[in-house]
């Protein structure tokens, strides 16, 4: 009999380290993560690479204690590193060189079509040329690890649909050397919107410089409830999904993913009950899920040498996944 043992399917992702990391990522994102985590064979990488393509943006200093802060926060919301792999990405230089030969297969055209450059170039005086090329570095990540799927939050899904693009387009040039992955996406919770304005996605940058936009997930339970109880809804009383206005809509997502409940399940609960109530059990649900997340943190960051440990082990593993797809890439490319 065959006993052929089926590899677990691979998972890649990733968090920027700049901005204030809130409970948008934690949902769109890293819960998602953790609650994969035994289904899957899982890399967790921090991107310090893509937060160089906003330069103004990043100190030397920030950038230092910011890979730390999301390394230790990855570490705090669940994820474990005996179950997965946790590096930092430029540790691999595989990904600075699978991006160059990426970029030789990647037409300009491409890179121009996407929403994030667009949005984030209007607001510059002079655009580097890694803001343009951050798609195919993100290219890079992926595909370097033979990634079968991607859990990110919805806005990354044109990030997601170029990747496969690229990885078909080299394909198609030199023959079968990357595999096509999928994005994973929550059915709720895809995209959390600001609590100070519900058309806008909550956003890292916006919550380091905007006071009761974001919820951090490192927040004091006073800045929790102070932002959650002047959020921004209107005079629409509906606690339905289907007809509550964008603001409420958003507070009732962001309270059934925290209480892992279903729709219906917070319909019932709130039937009869104006957003007023569920802004006060909200308050009371993210402060009981941040807390268990806020006192490993403090656990992680004040033991000595162990984040480093688990940052090199994590590089290692990396790079030898990375090392091998890399060369098979280059030899059919016809570099020797
Ligand atoms: P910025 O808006 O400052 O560019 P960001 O908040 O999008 O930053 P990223 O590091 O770019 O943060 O994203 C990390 C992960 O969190 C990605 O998977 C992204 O899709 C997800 N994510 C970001 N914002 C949200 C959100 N508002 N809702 C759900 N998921 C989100
Ligand atoms: N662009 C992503 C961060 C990112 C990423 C990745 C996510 C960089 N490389 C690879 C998944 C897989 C963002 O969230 N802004």
Redesign the pocket.
């Known amino acids: 009999m065959s006993s052929k043992v089926e590899r677990k399917k691979r998972v ?5 380290p700049t901005g204030q990391i809130h409970i948008g ?1 934690y949902v769109g ?1 890293i819960s998602l993560w953790v609650e994969n985590q035994d289904l899957y064979d899982n890399i967790f ?1 921090i ?1 310090d690479l ?1 937060s160089l393509t906003i330069p103004e943006n990043v100190s030397p200093e920030y950038l230092r204690k910011k890979v730390r802060e999301v390394a230790a926060l990855y570490l705090a919301c669940g994820i474990d590193p005996e179950k997965s792999t946790i590096f930092v ?1 430029s540790h691999v230089p595989e990904h600075a060189e699978l991006t160059w030969l990426l970029n030789c297969v990647t037409p300009m055209g491409w890179l121009e079509r996407m929403t ?1 450059y667009k949005t984030k170039a209007a607001d510059m005086e002079t655009v580097g040329t890694g803001l343009f090329d ?2 195919v ?3 890079a ?2 595909l370097l690890y033979d ?1 079968d799927l ?4 919805d ?2 899904k044109q ?2 649909e170029i ?1 496969r693009d690229i990885a078909q387009r080299f394909n198609h040039l030199y023959g079968e050397v990357f595999k096509i992955p999928d994005g994973l996406f929550r059915e709720s919770g895809a995209r959390i919107m600001g609590l100070d304005n519900p058309e806008m996605k909550m956003s890292k940058s916006l919550g380091e410089v905007k006071k009761r936009h974001s919820i951090g997930i490192l927040d004091s339970a006073d800045d929790i409830r102070d932002t959650i109880m002047r959020a921004t809804t209107d005079s629409n009383m509906e606690t339905r999904f289907e007809y509550a206005s964008p603001g409420v809509k958003n507070l009732l997502v962001l309270y059934q993913v925290m209480t892992n409940s279903s729709k219906e399940e917070v319909e019932d609960h709130f039937r009869g009950k104006n957003y007023g109530a569920l802004k006060k059990e909200l308050v009371e649900v993210v402060i009981e899920r941040l807390r268990p997340i806020q006192e490993k943190y403090k656990e992680i960051v004040e033991e000595e040498g162990y984040l480093d440990n688990i940052l090199n082990r994590g590089k290692e593993r990396a790079k030898e996944i990375a090392a091998v797809t890399l060369q098979r890439a280059k030899e059919h490319m016809g570099l020797i």
């Not at 991607?150 to 939050?153: K, N």
């Open positions: 890649f992702s990733g968090v920027q990522n994102a990488c991107v893509h990405q994030q951050y798609p570095l993100m290219a990540d992926i990634t991607v859990p990110v939050g806005d990354q990030h997601i990747t």
